[in-house]
């Protein structure tokens, strides 16, 4: 009879060497969401695909998801976006993380400007956090109407890649063997 503890070894290495990224690739999947209130309520929540930039650092390259229950539908140029999350906090920088959502452009970002707004720095949201600006028109700065600001809280949640999900299943069989083993063992 062939032992059983060798064959779920090799399964569990063969399952992680399949299933494992390509050497080199560097693509992640997070999902977010967001809300806050400041006059009026906003939410959103989704998916997004990013490539790594290194130092946990992330250029997003898709987003999907919604916004107040309207369908996002990709990331857009609004407001210095620069489409970028981290693993680290802040999740967000402060150029931030813009997408369309009926064809209407909002960003995302997080400011770390603590105070009202200076005359030099029109994206302040008047504290240190998350914020939203929009709806605005795709490619441009956000100012050149009444975008609102509003301040958000942001969570940025990285999607385990399928080799994790395989050595976690391949441990809970081991530990399910071993228990079973076990309690033969204590009957015999």
């Known amino acids: 009879m062939i032992a059983l503890k060798p064959c779920i070894a090799l399964a569990a290495l063969a399952g992680a060497v399949l299933l494992a990224p390509a050497p080199g690739a560097s693509a992640a999947s ?3 969401s967001y809300a806050g209130t400041h006059g009026y309520v906003v939410s959103g929540s989704g998916t997004l695909t990013a490539t790594s ?24 140029d609004y407001a210095g976006d620069d489409n970028q999350v981290y693993t680290t906090f802040p999740s967000l920088d402060y150029p931030g993380l813009a997408f369309l959502v009926g064809g209407s452009a909002f960003n995302v970002y ?3 400007t603590d105070g009202p707004a200076s005359p030099g720095d029109p994206y302040a949201c008047g504290f ?3 914020c939203e600006i929009g709806p605005g028109v795709p490619g441009t700065s956000g100012l050149d109407g009444p975008d609102p600001i509003n301040p958000i809280a942001f969570t940025l949640t990285p999607v385990p890649e399928p080799a994790t999900w395989a050595l976690m299943l391949a ?12 309690r033969v063992a204590a009957a015999a």
């Open 30 to 32: 997070f999902t977010w």
């Open 53 to 76: 930039l290194g130092g946990g650092a992330y250029a997003v390259t898709s987003i999907s998801g919604t916004r107040n229950g309207v369908a996002i539908t990709g990331l857009t």
């Open 110 to 112: 997080y400011d770390t």
């Open 128 to 130: 240190a956090g998350y």
């Open 171 to 182: 441990g809970f069989g081991g530990l399910g063997v071993a228990l079973r083993r076990r």
